[in-house]
């Protein structure tokens, strides 16, 4: 097997693969209503990887040495049969665990299927479990009681622990932290509060906003003893806390204020096909075209190794100082190339 490394000796192991543009909410912090409005144009059905695409690629992936991948979006479980495709990934020599990142929605509708389908990992992104805070974070799209009784029909499913996403800023939804943490203190899912960070060029990010881990933890660790795990595996981004109580664990991950680029394992594939290497990137690389010109796999490891080769990302590390010369640094959306 081919290993990869990347100028900063940094192994490829994960991808995460944007199945879809498009998406349900409409999140201020990841895609503004007054910007993604029905006006805009998503991609056409024909520019999105097919399944057998996607499949050919992580089999690619597989072989320079990914062994974990997350679908996400836009809002997976907008892309019809994903079921199908999961079935398709958990058979690919290699490939050791598969997960999938959602808004909750559908998961009431679709969490039976997924199981089914072999998905064993599931993180479900919810900010609020007041109703009009949580309103007004997906855009006035979504409803919390929806996404609660999708976190059930997950749990009913066969999905033992959960990963709940809570994207903090200050002043909109800090007021909802210690809710969180009472709801799913003595449940086996995992609360992990997300920094809100400056992905893409359309949330109007402001470091005033972000609330700092060690903020959130301190909120917590003063009703709710706490005491820090070691991370289950090399590059793991959220740093684990438990209960000293027994009653769970949570997360925290904290790109703005410790940033974790130097173990950045990480590349991501758009829903157009386009590998990025950073989750605040400018320019992808193409590979749905040479993929759908029929060139040989050799002609893929070729770009894939000269791509992770060439790689010397670490934003979040370098964040204020592309800051003091660039304010409004271009880059990628998250929901095209996946959270
Ligand atoms: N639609 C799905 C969802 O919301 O879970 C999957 C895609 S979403 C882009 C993936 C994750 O990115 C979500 O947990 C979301 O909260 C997070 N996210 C989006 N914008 C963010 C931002 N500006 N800062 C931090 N996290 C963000
Ligand atoms: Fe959609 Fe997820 Fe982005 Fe919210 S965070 S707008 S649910 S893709
Ligand atoms: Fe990885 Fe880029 Fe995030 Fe650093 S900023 S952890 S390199 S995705």
Redesign the pocket.
Known sequence: MLLLQDKLNRPLHDLRISVIDR?????P???PEEKYSKHYTFLKEKEWLSFDEIIHLVQLFAKVGVRKIRLT???PLLRPNLDDLISDLVKIPGIEDIAL?T?GALLSAYAQALKEAGLKRLAV?LDSLNPEIFKFL??QK?NVNTVLDGIKAAEKAGFESIKINV?VQKGINDQSIIDLVKYFRGTPHILRFIEYMDVGNCNSWKLESVVPSKDILRMINEQFPLIAVKANYYGEVAKRYRFLDGKGEIGFISSVTQSFCGDCTRARISTDGKIYTCLFGREGQDLKTPLREGVGDQTLFEIIKRVWQKREDRYSELRSQIHSTDSTPAKVE??QIG?
């Open positions: 998406c349900n909410f409409r999140c912090y990841c895609m979006g836009g809002e990142t808004n992104s997906s855009g979504g994207v998250m929901f959270g």
